[in-house]
């Protein structure tokens, strides 16, 4: 008789999938860097994507360290976006 091997039940398995899951956030990201050329000038486009240069490295650095914790990486780089942009509509006076 053939003994099945049981599946561990209770989510995702992180090890593995969590640096994936995270640059695939970062990916996210990259493209609301990159739309905010609708609004913001050339430079504000380069200053939103440089941002996301060291959630990279972050990245990098815990995919083989700390790989369920990296999936939350792309969630602390979203604030600095946002903060970037209100500083930018704000006081900078980006429009479309």
């Given at each position: 008789?053939r ?64 790989p ?7 969630l ?21």
């Open positions: 008789m003994r099945r091997r049981r599946r561990r039940s209770g989510g995702l398995r992180l090890e593995r999938s969590g640096p994936w899951i995270a640059v695939g956030g970062l990916f996210v990201l990259l493209w609301l860097a990159i739309s905010t050329s609708v609004y913001a000038p050339w430079w504000g486009v380069i200053l939103h994507v440089l941002i996301l240069v060291p959630l990279v490295g972050w990245v990098a650095s815990w995919a083989r360290t700390r369920t914790a990296c999936t939350f990486v792309p602390a780089g979203l604030p600095l976006l946002a903060l970037v942009t209100a500083v930018g509509v704000g006081p900078g006076g980006w429009s479309a």
